[in-house]
């Protein structure tokens, strides 16, 4: 068979091929894309969960590591900022914890978790922005009715880590 014939024939076969055929390509396709973003999923929960276990047992650079990859792959994740924070926190890496809770209150601005961990970080780095972190901890402690624990241990952190900057003589409370 010639190779014009040969051409023919298969131009011949596709333009009969029925439309499931094209249709059933893009499924393909989708279901492609679907196992990547649920992979995607998996390893970025994999890493907060290695992350959160790290930071229990006080490993901070295993935490740090874990969480900075979770970070650079999703980044609008407010939860891998907040385990960033952390971890830099427990390494004392005020700047960088200053950073990563700066990330957090970009996506929640609202989170008292990440408004103490700023208020920690900018406190040791003597920024005294910091005071603004313990206003704003200090009024949502006020109109608190219900589940005020940990608003209340984030506002006394940041109180503490200000008063250790300040001196042994002087407290902000």
């Not at 029925?18 to 998996?42: C, F, I, K, V």
């Not at 957090?104 to 008292?112: C, H, M, S, V």
Request: hydrophobic share 40%.
């Amino acid at each position: 068979m010639s190779r014009m014939a040969a051409t023919l024939i298969l131009m011949a076969m596709m333009a009969a091929a029925p439309a499931y055929a094209q249709q059933s390509e893009m499924e393909n396709l989708q279901a492609g894309g679907d196992a990547l973003l649920a992979n995607h999923r998996e390893t970025t929960q994999y890493s907060i969960d290695r992350a959160t276990q790290a930071l229990q047992a006080r490993d901070y650079k295993t935490a740090r590591r874990f969480a900075s990859s979770v970070v650079r792959a999703d980044p609008k994740r407010i939860e891998s900022w907040k385990l960033l924070g952390a971890a830099q926190i427990g390494l004392q890496d005020w700047s960088g914890a200053r950073r990563s809770y700066t990330g957090a209150i970009r996506i929640t601005p609202g989170d008292p978790e990440s408004r103490g961990g700023l208020g920690v970080a900018m406190a040791r780095l003597n920024d005294p922005k910091a005071q603004e972190q313990l206003i704003w901890l200090t009024a949502r402690v006020a109109a608190c009715t219900s589940s005020c624990a940990a608003l209340e241990g984030y506002k006394r952190e940041v109180d503490a880590a200000m008063a250790a900057a300040a001196g042994p003589s002087q407290s902000h409370r």
